[in-house]
Nanobody, 120 residues
Framework: QVHLVESGGGSVQAGGSLRLSCKASGYGYSCVGWFRQAPGKEREWVATIYPHGGITDYTNAVKGRFTLSHDNAANTVYLQMNSLKPEDTAMYYC???????????????WGQGTQVTVSS
């Protein structure tokens, strides 16, 4: 199973930017997804990247503001977050699917998360 470590969170004012990193190690993977969980709410999917095909997908709430990219050499996925809003405040997690699948139910290897706080 792949092991993932998130970093890059912090506190910013509304309209600011942050770049989150998700570094993978261990076994291979296919898709990498970002998820977030705000206090008192369920975890929600944010975005997914299929690095080998350069395919990305985003939840409507972040389209046009968040951008995924992948550094193959570093086995790292980046989530560039611009025009941040207070409602983006949450703990952000990344997870990956095994090399042969990209199904939502197959995300695993969850990291410890990185906190993003956006003040108004």
């Amino acid at each position: 199973q792949v092991h993932l470590v998130e970093s890059g969170g912090g506190s910013v004012q509304a309209g600011g930017s942050l770049r989150l990193s998700c570094k993978a190690s261990g076994y291979g993977y296919s898709c990498v997804g970002w998820f977030r969980q705000a206090p008192g709410k369920e975890r929600e999917w944010v975005a997914t990247i299929y690095p080998h095909g350069g395919i990305t997908d985003y939840t409507n709430a972040v389209k046009g503001r968040f951008t995924l990219s992948h550094d193959n050499a570093a086995n790292t996925v980046y989530l560039q977050m611009n025009s941040l809003k207070p409602e983006d405040t949450a703990m952000y997690y990344c997870a990956a699917t095994p090399p042969t699948t990209c199904l939502d139910d197959d995300f695993a290897g969850w990291g410890q998360g990185t906190q993003v706080t956006v003040s108004s």
